[in-house]
C-alpha cells in the first residue's frame, strides 16, 4: 500500500513538473549556435558495404526520401549550417584570400616525384586506369590519369572542382595535380592487378606499359595524373543522402533534411557535378583516444566541368536523369519526331575541357545522373543559403581557382573562367527571385538604434530600385506570439530605426517593395535579444 501511494505521489509530481521543463520556447541563451556538437565521442562504426547500382535503382524507381517536405533541420535560429562533421563555415562565412582558395584542403605534402614511386595496388575500371602508390616518404596516394585523347580533362578538372567544394565548405581530399616519368615507377612486393571482384594476380612491368602507352603525355615523356591523398582515419564505407547512419549516435538528423546536403544542389549546378551520388561519398572514422567521430567526405569530382571521367562528359549529363519517363514516352509517342533539345546544344572543342556550357544552363531544371533526395527537398530557402555562398566567388577568385588546373590551352582556360561566370550569374538571378533577399543584418548602436541590412537582390542588379515596408513586434519567446508596435511603415532605405520597447524580444518583420520582383514580398522576420547587449538572435524567412 505505501509503494503503491509513492508511485501515485510520483506520477502527479511527474504531471506537474514534466511541463515547465519541457515547455517550448524559440531562443535560448546561446543561439544562434555555430558548433554542431556531432563530434561526441563514440565506439567505432561497423564498415558498411552499400550497393552503387541498388542506389541508382532506388532513387529512380521509388522514393527513398520520402513525401513530407520539412524544412531543413540542421541550422542555427539564423537560418545558417553550424560547422559539423559535415561542413565548416569558409567562405560563406570568412573572408578566403586568393591564397586560400589557390591551396584549398591541401597542406603542401604532394608527392615526392624527386625520386622513386612505388606502386601499391592498380585500378582497371573503365577506360582510363590509375594506381594506389607510396612516395619516398612514405605517403601514400592515388592516381589517375586522364583519358586517351584528351589531355588535362580529367585531372584538372577534379583538382579545379576540389577546391571549390573546399571553399564551399565540404570534407574533401587533398588533390594534387603531379607529373610522373615512366622510369620512377617501382612495382610494390605486394602489388596486385584485381581480375575480377574477388580475385587478383601479381602486377608486372607489362602492365605498368599497358597504362603508359594509353594515357596522354607531355612533349618531355612524363604523364600528367591526379594524386589523392589518402584520407585520414578508419574507413567506414559510404553515406546515403537520405535517412541516417543507424550505428552512429551523433548523425541525427535525416539526411534528406540537411541544410548543407540540399543546398549542394546548387553547387553541383554551378560545377556541373552530376554525380552527386553514393559512389562519391565517404565515412571516416577519426579516433579519439578509445572512442572518436564519424567525418563525412565528398570525393571523386572527376565527373564535374565538362569531363565525364572516361571521356567527355555526355549531353544527357546535368540536362536529364539516367531513366526519366516523361521524355522517353514522348519520344515514343511521337515516333523519334520529337528530339530531346539538350541533343542539339553546340560545344566548343576544346579536349581539355570536354562539354560545358552556360547557354542552354537552367539552374532549376539541373539534373544529377540519377535522383538524389537531399536534392528532391531542396526549398527556396536551401537554395538562398548555397546562393550567398557562391555570390563570395568574384570573378578574380574563380579565375584563379581554375588555374590551379595547370591547362596548358589559355584559350580553353579563359572559356571555362567565362563560362562558369555566366552559370554563376544566372543561379543567383534564379534564386535570389525566389523569395526576400535580404541578408547580412547588422545592428548599429548609436543615438538611435537601428538595423542595417543589405538587399543582395539590388546588388546582384536583379532591380534598379526596392523600398521596405516593414512592422515592429513585441515578441514572447515562450507563447511564441507578437504584439505589434506602434504603425507599419515605409523605409526607402536599408536602415529600419529600433523602437523603445521594454520587451525581452523584439520582431522585424520586413517586406520588399520593388518593380518585377513579385516574390520580393515575402516575409523577412528578424528577431533581437532586446537587453544591454541587443543583438541578433534569429531570421526566419517566407519560403
Request: hydrophobic letters at 35%; one cysteine or more.
Amino acid at each position: 500500500m505505501k509503494n503503491h501511494r509513492l508511485k501515485i505521489i510520483f506520477v502527479l509530481l511527474l504531471g506537474i513538473l514534466l511541463p515547465a521543463f519541457t515547455h517550448a520556447q524559440k531562443f535560448y541563451p546561446d543561439d544562434p549556435l555555430w558548433e554542431d556538437p556531432d563530434r561526441l565521442p563514440i565506439p567505432i562504426p561497423e564498415r558498411q558495404e552499400l550497393s552503387s547500382d541498388y542506389d541508382l535503382y532506388e532513387n529512380s524507381f521509388k522514393n527513398p526520401g520520402g513525401t513530407e517536405q520539412v524544412k531543413a533541420q540542421n541550422v542555427n535560429t539564423l537560418g545558417e549550417v553550424p560547422d559539423s562533421s559535415w561542413f565548416t563555415n569558409r567562405i560563406g562565412r570568412n573572408p578566403m584570400s586568393i591564397e586560400d582558395l589557390v591551396r584549398g584542403p591541401n597542406d603542401g605534402k604532394a608527392p615526392d616525384t624527386s625520386g622513386p614511386i612505388t606502386i601499391i595496388t592498380s585500378k582497371r575500371q573503365g577506360i582510363t586506369r590509375g594506381f594506389t602508390i607510396q612516395d619516398s616518404k612514405g605517403d601514400v596516394y592515388f592516381l589517375k590519369f586522364d583519358p586517351p585523347g584528351y589531355p588535362q580533362l580529367t585531372t584538372s578538372a577534379e583538382v579545379i572542382s576540389t577546391k571549390f567544394f573546399y571553399a564551399f565548405g565540404y570534407n574533401v581530399p587533398e588533390n594534387y595535380i603531379t607529373f610522373i616519368k615512366r622510369e620512377q615507377l617501382r612495382i610494390g612486393p605486394d602489388a596486385r592487378v584485381p581480375i575480377s571482384k574477388s580475385q587478383s594476380r601479381q602486377m608486372t612491368e607489362e602492365d605498368i606499359d599497358e597504362v603508359w602507352h594509353l594515357v596522354p603525355q607531355t612533349s618531355d615523356g612524363r604523364i600528367q595524373a591526379m594524386a589523392s591523398r589518402l584520407i585520414p582515419g578508419e574507413i567506414l564505407g559510404q553515406f546515403r543522402y537520405y535517412g541516417t547512419r543507424p550505428d552512429d549516435s551523433n548523425d541525427i538528423f535525416l539526411h534528406q533534411n540537411r541544410r548543407d546536403l540540399r543546398g549542394l544542389c546548387v553547387f553541383a549546378s554551378w560545377l556541373n557535378n552530376e554525380e552527386v551520388q553514393l559512389s562519391n561519398t565517404l565515412d571516416a572514422f577519426i579516433a579519439q583516444n578509445e572512442k572518436g567521430y564519424v567525418k563525412h567526405y565528398m570525393l571523386d569530382f572527376s565527373s564535374t566541368l565538362g569531363s565525364g571521367n572516361a571521356r567527355p562528359k555526355s549531353r544527357r549529363a546535368g540536362n536529364e536523369y539516367f531513366v526519366e519517363f516523361p521524355p522517353i514516352l514522348k519520344s515514343a509517342y511521337t515516333l523519334g519526331l520529337w528530339d530531346r533539345p539538350w541533343r542539339k546544344i553546340p560545344y566548343p572543342n576544346y579536349p581539355s575541357i570536354g562539354r560545358f556550357e552556360a547557354a542552354y544552363f537552367d539552374p532549376p531544371n539541373w539534373k544529377t545522373e540519377y535522383p538524389n533526395p537531399a536534392f528532391l527537398k531542396m526549398e527556396n530557402e536551401d537554395a538562398f543559403w548555397a546562393t550567398k555562398i557562391v555570390m563570395r566567388f568574384s570573378n578574380e577568385m574563380i579565375r584563379a581557382i581554375v588555374q590551379t588546373g595547370q591547362l596548358i590551352d589559355k584559350e580553353a582556360e579563359n572559356y571555362l573562367v567565362e563560362t562558369l561566370i555566366q552559370r554563376k550569374e544566372k543561379i543567383v538571378n534564379y534564386y535570389l527571385s525566389q523569395l526576400n533577399p535580404l541578408d547580412e543584418f547588422l545592428l548599429t548602436k548609436t543615438s538611435t538604434n537601428r538595423v542595417d541590412f543589405k538587399n543582395l537582390g539590388l546588388e546582384a542588379g536583379l532591380s534598379k530600385e526596392a523600398s521596405y515596408q516593414y512592422q515592429w513586434y513585441s515578441f514572447d519567446n515562450i507563447k511564441m506570439t507578437q504584439l505589434s508596435i506602434g504603425d507599419s511603415a515605409l523605409s526607402s532605405s536599408a536602415s529600419i530605426e529600433i523602437p523603445d520597447s521594454s520587451s525581452e524580444y523584439l520582431m522585424l518583420r520586413i517586406n520588399t517593395i520593388s518593380p518585377n520582383q513579385p516574390n520580393w514580398k515575402k516575409n523577412v522576420d528578424i528577431y533581437l535579444k532586446n537587453d544591454a547587449e541587443m543583438k541578433i538572435v534569429g531570421i526566419d524567412r517566407e519560403n
